[in-house]
């Protein structure tokens, strides 16, 4: 392992840390992680991954404005998803990671495209409810720790299948210390 690959796992994992404790320093923190990242998974010709990150970096920009000024200037606070808009994301990252995995398995030598897919887009699912603060993100991160883990060890990457079984823990955790402060308003 590298020192940046060190240094990237390192801030990323802060930054999803400081996610867990509702602590506005994950953003920007995060960023770094994802700058680090991008510049490891680049020099190891991991190209989706390096576009994945700059979505990270653009989503992480706006999450920080989003928790800091939220609506009308005013932060916002956790909060619940309805039933009807949480199964309307589920379905539509189902739907973009159906047509992905599609396109990975036809056109390139992806390994679990399927898999690697759902991981994508509800990495992606998840972001946007925490960039909104919604409760709900700590149970779609559970969900994709839960695939990642075996998906990564199962190709060799164990410093990241135990970074993301690190990452799992921290979801429940997150999600207890979001439901107390939800129950404290």
């Not at 960023?31 to 190209?47: A, E, N």
């Amino acid at each position: 392992m590298s020192l940046i690959e060190i240094a990237a796992s390192s801030t990323y994992a802060a930054s999803v840390w400081m996610a867990a404790r509702n602590n506005v320093h994950t953003w920007w923190i995060g960023i770094i992680g994802c700058l680090l990242y991008g510049w490891v998974f680049f020099s190891v010709q991991l190209y989706a991954d390096v576009t994945l990150q700059l979505f990270f970096i653009a989503s992480s920009i706006a999450g920080w404005v989003n928790w800091l000024t939220g609506n009308q200037g005013k932060a916002i606070h956790i909060r619940k998803t309805s039933g009807w808009l949480l199964g309307g994301f589920a379905l539509a990252a189902l739907l973009v990671s159906s047509c992905y995995a599609y396109v990975l398995h036809t056109y390139t030598n992806a390994w679990f495209p399927w898999l690697d897919s759902l991981i994508m887009t509800f990495s992606i699912m998840a972001q946007f409810m925490l960039m909104g603060r919604r409760i709900e993100n700590w149970y779609v991160w559970l969900l994709v720790n839960t695939i990642a883990v075996p998906l990564y060890a199962s190709r060799e990457l164990y410093i990241t299948a135990i970074l993301y079984l690190i990452f799992w823990c921290n979801a429940w955790y997150g999600l207890y210390q979001w439901r107390q402060e939800l129950k404290a308003r």
